[in-house]
T-cell receptor
Framework: KQEVTQIPAALSVPEGENLVLNCSFT??????LQWFRQDPGKGLTSLLL?????REQTSGRLNASLDKSSGRSTLYIAASQPGDSATYLC???????????FGAGTRLFVKA | GAGVSQSPSNKVTEKGKDVELRCDPI?????LYWYRQRLGQGLEFLIY????????KSGLPSDRFSAERTGESVSTLTIQRTQQEDSAVYLC????????????FGPGTRLLVL
């Protein structure tokens, strides 16, 4: 059964720092990997979707990479801002059952 | 256009009662997903609908949970004989064609079972 792990569980950084969030998964038979942010008391907002055939996707200050063979993805956030404070979740789309498996998330706090 | 909507936004019920949660996906989206998020925990996949295909029910935790979808529109998640451990936020998402596509989430229904 697919397992998704996110490290670190929590991260506090000063404004302006570049940072990397990590996601690992145990089964490489995936359709894609998606990064979301979740703000307290709210639903999820999609940030980036990487298909299994792709290596990375970029959107603004965000860059996500995927190494399917090693079961790893990273989300790079450049020049962090207080508005980036949220929980970041990665999710893999499975080819079999349990269509989407989420990691537990990384709670990010960016200090002004 | 409008995003994914869910109702009610909050629901308080007594143990043993049945509840129905509703999800309206983005118009034209053929795929719909239900998830559960317990307090302080990650999202758990419950069920997946795609077009007219048989739903993937592999994430439903027990036979007290069921879901229906009318065509490619509204979906209802039903929890029978609710238990306190069912207390969670229930999130619905939709995507255009299926698992290959970006999922768009609704705001969730916060369920509290007393």
């Amino acid at each position: 059964k697919q397992e998704v792990t996110q490290i670190p569980a929590a991260l506090s950084v000063p404004e302006g720092e570049n940072l990397v969030l990590n996601c690992s998964f145990t089964d490489s038979a995936i359709y894609n990997l998606q990064w979301f942010r979740q703000d307290p008391g709210k639903g999820l907002t999609s940030l980036l979707l990487i298909q299994s055939s792709q290596r990375e996707q970029t959107s603004g200050r965000l860059n996500a990479s995927l190494d399917k063979s090693s079961g790893r993805s990273t989300l790079y956030i450049a020049a962090s801002q207080p508005g980036d404070s949220a929980t970041y979740l990665c999710a893999v789309g499975n080819t079999g059952g349990f269509k989407t498996i989420f990691g537990a998330g990384t709670r990010l706090f960016v200090k002004a | 256009g409008a995003g994914v909507s869910q109702s009610p936004s909050n629901k308080v019920t007594e143990k043993g009662k049945d509840v129905e949660l509703r999800c309206d996906p983005i118009s034209g989206h053929t795929a719909l997903y239900w998830y559960r998020q317990r307090l302080g925990q990650g999202l758990e996949f419950l069920i997946y609908f795609q077009g007219n295909s048989a739903p993937d029910k592999s994430g439903l935790p027990s036979d007290r949970f069921s879901a229906e979808r009318t065509g490619e529109s509204v979906s209802t998640l039903t929890i029978q004989r609710t238990q306190q451990e069912d207390s969670a936020v229930y999130l619905c998402a939709s995507s255009l064609w299926g698992i290959q596509e970006t999922q768009y989430f609704g705001p969730g229904t916060r369920l509290l079972v007393l």
